[in-house]
């Protein structure tokens, strides 16, 4: 995009008088973020209009998910407009450092964990690509939380990101529409957040719904001084938007959950179906034809009945023509095989908010008990898949039947869903099911967060081709063997850490050394990601050391956790307790905490994960075998250079197929292993048996680590030892894995000692991490699920 340095500033002067009435010169670091977005949404704004009006009449495809964690926005639009550099000597010239204006911006509390980031990811390329994509979500007031330790406890307050205004996503009231339930009415008024592309025109649109009250403000009783009885309805309604995934281990909770995802999917479908109204006329027939929306997993599965609603209610189809629409319009993605994770509602919950989307999925229901009937099921076998049982509404089954492509999200993931979880559906339905491995944008997880490595890529192979096809970086592997590129390459990594190291003594007050190798794991706090596993082996190696400080061979090691629990996750928040009280007592220790530190890192989210990802050496992927999906982590620690000490699991599999095990650190049992694993394994043993594993498990529980009365140890310490009437002793193999894990780390540990050798390693990891690009993910959702096309403006 032209730069004309002139007519930028006079943009700016301009925001800086009629935002803030005063001269650019008087502006505040803040103020001066929010300027430069202003006319960087003012830059995009005209090729963002060309983008809509060339989308009209094309094959669309629409994402629909409850998060999108998009990350900070200014810098990416500076970016991917190629101005940044031009932006940057502008502010330079007024003695203003550009980071500084940057770090001004706070992260949009719009997601959580790894299907945010996919989400926000895909828009990155389909945007990139010149694909007609569009996302939908809710524009969450405060996102799931903030998150602080005190007292080495886990504490939530509100991510209050949008309370000084955020330029980067735009209102078009002229789009509300109304969303009934049966006990209220709200508006739905959209804000469109521009997605822009690298280096291209187009820019595309995630589409962000909040929730307004459809009956005014009872001014009579707030006049009577009824003060709290005259807001109450408006509080409702903002209850819809104000938080991401709000504790649900209440009926209430249960119930606002269910109303937050019809809300944003019946705008969205309203607002879809009055463009394609106004475009195509009523001829509904052609609707599948022209569009093809996405589930991102089951949160917005009650889409399906809405559209039956809309199209039987509003547009006067009948079931017949409404259900083929239906069926020809939806693709459903599974991100987990976690039982738990798979939503169903209470059907009292659905009859009470919308009775008639409940008598849609009653029917639905009986439609599908019919013709499972056809294929040979027997009644028990109907019961368990039909959507409605137990009275409940199991949205994963209602997604399937209805849904027109069904993937999983790495191979393994996608081979569990067919053989296993979902089996007599793939039985029935089998060319519904296909993988679309995940992956990440290398825009903002290698080019900008690591720019002396992407400038050294680039130097390498002589452009910047490898920024939309990562695959070029294949071409540079020989360096591996180039002494000089793999000590250019430490030094850049050692410059990362060194600044990953200052960012953790300003945070968290802990002075780390940037010579230590940097093991690292940040992710969703769960039991199946295994937190707690790596935590019990570093005390385990703790005690070690501290019985032997002097020994030789040892390689010094900073481990880094950063992580966020669900509020109501009970045994999670207790691990994070665990993990920070383990941290203070190896920190404190001046016998150890010259060769060993422990770092949780508050706050988990975008900024701090585009910091933490080029400054790591070891990347912890050590999830359950068979129970994470996929990860995406594990993709940006390896475009940066990080080796994988992982389980067979979900993309770490396709990571090993890309690198080998000479480039790797793999342990514990493969899938086909686990399942006869499992049917003998007994934690007491390996607590019996295993040098070191006892001592390390009792810390829980003899007073080494304190939970302050809470029970929280003693709560973890149960599950891993006896179980529970529920659920089996250990049921997520923390011990069963331990001896190899501690085994592998070591290994891993020692091979760092040989830096050129190790650079090596890292250097293949990078080079073949091509097919770890969303690029490659969202040409396969194109071309094989949705069937869009690239439609450039320009």
Not at 7 to 17: G, K, S
Not at 467 to 488: G, Q
Not at 680 to 693: A, D, M, T, V
Not at 721 to 741: C, H, I, N, Q, R
């Amino acid at each position: 995009m032209m730069f004309d340095n002139t007519q930028f500033e006079e943009r700016m002067h301009a925001h800086a008088f009629s935002e803030f009435g005063k001269t650019l010169e008087e502006t505040n670091c803040r103020e001066l973020w929010n300027i430069l977005a202003k006319v960087t949404v003012e830059k995009i704004g005209e090729n963002w209009y060309k983008s809509r009006e060339a989308y009209k009449n094309t094959r669309q495809a629409h994402y629909f998910s409850a998060e999108f964690l998009v990350g900070r926005s200014l810098r990416n639009n500076l970016v991917n407009l190629g101005i940044f550099d031009q932006v940057k000597d502008l502010l330079a010239e007024r003695d203003v450092d550009i980071q500084d204006v940057l770090d001004c911006e706070i992260d949009p509390g719009l997601g959580n964990g790894g299907l945010g980031r996919l989400a926000a990811c895909f828009l990155d390329s389909a945007a990139t690509s010149d694909y007609p994509v569009t996302g939908y979500g809710i524009l969450y007031r405060y996102g799931l939380f903030r998150q602080t330790i005190e007292n080495g406890f886990q504490k939530e307050y509100p991510d209050a990101w949008m309370e000084r205004g955020y330029p980067f996503v735009v209102p078009r009231r002229e789009d509300t529409v109304l969303v009934q339930y049966q006990d209220m009415n709200v508006y739905a008024v959209p804000f469109d957040m521009p997605i822009t592309g690298f280096q291209t025109d187009n820019v595309n649109v995630l589409r962000l719904w909040r929730a307004e009250p459809a009956e005014e403000f009872d001014f009579n009783l707030f006049n009577s001084q009824r003060f709290d009885d005259a807001v109450i309805s408006r509080n409702r309604v903002q209850d819809i938007f104000r938080v991401l995934y709000p504790n649900d281990t209440s009926y209430d909770g249960k119930v606002l959950r269910v109303r937050q995802q019809y809300f944003f999917v019946s705008a969205s479908l309203q607002s879809m179906l009055k463009h394609f109204s106004d475009v195509h006329g009523n001829d509904f027939s052609r609707f599948a034809e022209m569009n093809s929306i996405q589930l991102n997993d089951t949160h917005p599965v009650l889409a399906i009945p809405e559209l039956m609603r809309l199209l039987i209610d509003e547009y006067r189809q009948s079931w017949e023509e409404a259900w083929q629409i239906v069926t020809k319009t939806f693709a459903f993605t599974n991100h987990t095989i976690l039982h738990e994770a798979l939503e169903k509602w209470d059907v009292g919950i659905i009859q009470f908010l919308f009775p008639r989307i409940f008598e849609i999925i009653e029917k639905i229901d009986q439609q599908f008990e019919e013709e499972a009937l056809e294929f040979g099921f027997n009644q028990e076998k109907i019961e368990q898949l039909s959507p409605i049982h137990d009275g409940k509404v199991h949205m994963a089954l209602l997604a399937i039947y209805a849904s027109y492509s069904i993937n999983g999200v790495a191979a393994i993931h996608t081979n569990l869903l067919k053989t296993e979880v979902f089996n007599d559906f793939y039985r029935v339905y089998p060319t519904r099911f296909n993988n679309k491995t995940n992956g990440v944008t290398p825009r903002r997880w290698l080019y900008q967060s690591n720019p002396e490595l992407a400038a050294l890529l680039t130097e390498l192979l002589g452009s910047e081709d490898w920024v939309t096809d990562l695959d070029r970086l294949a071409e540079l592997e020989h360096f591996k063997d180039d002494s000089n590129v793999m000590r250019r390459f430490l030094d850049i990594k050692t410059k990362n850490k060194d600044h990953l190291a200052k960012v953790i003594m300003e945070r968290e007050g802990i002075q780390v050394d940037s010579g230590f190798l940097f093991d690292i794991q940040v992710k969703r706090l769960h039991e199946y990601k295994r937190q707690l596993l790596n935590a019990l082996a570093i005390l385990d190696q703790y005690f070690e050391l501290k019985s032997n400080p002097k020994q030789n061979g040892y390689t010094p090691v900073c481990y880094i956790f950063a992580a966020k629990a669900a509020p109501g996750y009970f045994k999670a928040k207790g691990i994070i307790k665990f993990i920070v009280e383990m941290a203070k007592l190896i920190n404190e220790d001046n016998e150890v905490n010259n060769r060993m530190k422990v770092v949780f890192m508050q706050n988990y989210n975008v900024s701090l994960a585009e910091q933490i990802f080029p400054a790591a050496d070891i990347s912890e992927q050590i999830s359950t075998v068979g129970k994470e999906a996929s990860g995406t982590g594990n993709m940006k620690f390896m475009m940066n250079g990080a080796l994988t000490l992982g389980t067979y699991d979900g993309a770490n599999i396709e990571i090993l197929e890309e690198v080998g095990e000479e480039n790797s650190f793999m342990f514990g049992p493969k899938i086909e292993e686990f399942p006869a694993t499992q049917n003998y394994y007994h934690s007491q043993w390996q607590y019996q048996n295993i040098p070191g594993l006892k001592r390390a498990v009792d810390a829980l529980v003899d007073g080494t680590l304190a939970d302050h009365n809470t029970n929280m140890f003693q709560d973890i310490y149960n599950g891993l030892m006896t179980g529970s009437s529920w659920e089996k002793a250990d049921p997520f193999y923390v011990l069963g894995d331990f001896e190899a894990f501690r085994k592998r780390r070591k290994e891993a540990h020692a091979a760092y000692r040989n830096p050129i050798e190790w650079a090596k390693m890292c250097w293949v990891n990078i080079c073949r991490s091509g097919r770890f690009s969303s690029d490659r993910t969202i040409h396969e959702y194109a071309k094989d699920i949705w069937k869009i096309e690239p439609t450039p403006i320009g």
